[in-house]
């Protein structure tokens, strides 16, 4: 899950609608983002792992949102 919030401290409606956006990464129970960081293009880029196969198969994972918190679709394979 990640949040935006206002420099007010309010959920940010332009960022999925809500503020709030659930991602689906993996079928396994470990999907962890270890860092995320913000592009000058307000593009947001989240790192960490992802549990394909409930613990058996562990890989690194990159998802590059934009600045709406829509997937950008042209990053990676899918």
């Keep these: ?3 935006r919030y ?3 401290g309010a959920l940010d409606t332009t ?3 809500d503020g709030k956006l659930a991602l689906d990464l993996g079928s396994g129970f470990y ?3 270890w860092d995320v960081t913000v592009a000058a293009g307000g593009q947001i880029v989240l790192a960490g792992s ?3 196969d409930a ?3 562990i890989d690194f994972g990159a998802v590059r949102l934009n ?3 829509s997937r950008e679709v042209g ?3 899918n």
Excluded: K, P
């Design 1 to 3: 899950v990640l949040v």
């Design 6 to 8: 206002t420099s007010a």
């Design 15 to 17: 960022f999925d609608g």
């Design 31 to 33: 999907n962890e983002v």
């Design 50 to 52: 992802v549990d394909r």
């Design 55 to 57: 613990r058996t198969y």
């Design 67 to 69: 600045a709406d918190g």
């Design 75 to 77: 990053f990676g394979a």
